[in-house]
């Protein structure tokens, strides 16, 4: 029964190198945006230094406990990327972002890292400091999957999933399932707990992107309706001087229905110009104003 529960927890650990791998890289989209622009508007680099924190924590648990091969090699890449995506986004950020960003550095994996180390290294022996390291890799790995709500609060105020990697929350999502299934698997609560909330808030951001996504979409086509207002016909009386009518919207979407219904043939319109007949019999047409097509 061991053995079985061995095999599937290595499965699980590859499908989650595997997965976690791709989350990894799923950022790569929003760094070729910021390169395309030139400038990290709108992006912050909160998610991707705590990434990176989090991932040199995972690395010094596995080297105080056994059989972690598989974390080791994925938070080893994940220190690798990290550290590249930081790198990108101080080379492309704004003054103050940048300034922001280095403080974070300094204070979470230089200051941070370093007195996490130094403590567990003096005040704990043996199995007493892999369990404290465990707790706060614990805590920290919450952090990783709570750090994204920043964008998830700016989706809200602006109403725009412009700025919220959809990938990445499905990633994270799939992520979340391979490794607590994994921790459950090898009996290591600090490698299953967090990723039960991962889950949670990997669905809630997803559910997020769709509903403001449509609503989005929803506000562009509103946007366009004008434009469709084109080579419409306005009716001039070259005999009357009264203003038409001011139009109002809902008299311009009849408008373009209208328009649309004799386009497709759905209405035939007979043309009547100069007091001419109009092809119906005893239907004379005195004083008719004259048709002409406005260009947009």
């Given at each position: 029964m061991a053995a079985i529960s061995g095999h599937w927890a290595f499965a699980f650990g590859v499908l989650g190198n595997i997965v976690s791998?791709?989350?990894?890289?799923s950022?790569?989209?929003?760094?070729?945006?910021?390169?395309?622009?030139?400038?990290?508007?709108?992006?912050?680099?909160?998610?991707?230094?705590?990434?990176?924190?989090s991932s040199m924590l995972w690395i010094y648990y596995a080297f105080?406990?056994?059989?972690?091969?598989?974390?080791?090699?994925?938070?080893?890449?994940?220190?690798?990327?990290?550290?590249?995506?930081?790198?990108?986004?101080?080379?492309?950020?704004?003054?103050?972002?940048?300034?922001q960003t280095v403080k974070m550095l300094l204070l979470s994996v230089v200051g941070g890292f370093g007195?996490?180390?130094?403590?567990?290294?003096?005040?704990?022996?043996?199995?007493?400091?892999?369990?404290?390291?465990?707790?706060?890799?614990?805590?920290?790995?919450?952090c990783v999957f709570v750090a994204p709500l920043g964008i998830v609060r700016q989706v809200i105020k602006t109403k725009s999933v412009e700025y919220m990697?959809?990938?990445?929350?499905?990633?994270?999502?799939?992520?979340?399932v391979m490794w607590f299934f994994y921790g459950l698997l090898?009996?290591?609560?600090?490698?299953?707990?967090?990723?039960?909330?991962?889950?949670?808030?990997?669905?809630?951001?997803?559910v997020l992107y769709i509903i403001y996504n449509k609503k989005e979409k929803a506000n562009l086509k509103e946007q366009k309706l004008p434009e469709k207002i084109q080579n419409h016909v306005i009716i001039v009386d070259e005999n009357n001087s009264q203003k038409l009518p001011e139009l109002t919207e809902e008299r311009i979407i009849d408008i373009v229905k209208?328009?649309?219904?004799?386009?497709?043939?759905?209405?035939?319109?007979?043309?009547?110009?100069?007091?001419?007949?109009?092809?119906?019999?005893?239907?004379k047409v005195e004083n008719m104003p004259k048709l002409q097509t406005a260009e947009a």
């Open positions: 791998f791709i989350v990894f890289l950022p790569l989209p929003t760094f070729y945006k910021i390169y395309k622009k030139k400038s990290t508007e709108g992006y912050q680099s909160i998610p991707y230094v705590v990434a990176l924190f105080l406990k056994t059989n972690t091969t598989l974390i080791i090699t994925i938070n080893s890449f994940g220190c690798f990327i990290e550290t590249i995506y930081v790198g990108f986004y101080l080379f492309y950020a704004p003054k103050k972002a940048r300034v007195v996490i180390v130094l403590v567990t290294q003096f005040l704990f022996k043996g199995a007493a400091r892999g369990q404290a390291v465990g707790w706060i890799c614990l805590v920290f790995s919450l990697p959809l990938l990445l929350s499905v990633f994270l999502t799939l992520s979340a090898v009996k290591d609560i600090n490698i299953a707990i967090p990723n039960v909330l991962g889950f949670i808030l990997g669905i809630f951001q997803m209208l328009g649309s219904l004799i386009s497709s043939g759905k209405i035939h319109v007979a043309s009547c110009l100069h007091n001419s007949t109009c092809g119906v019999e005893a239907a």
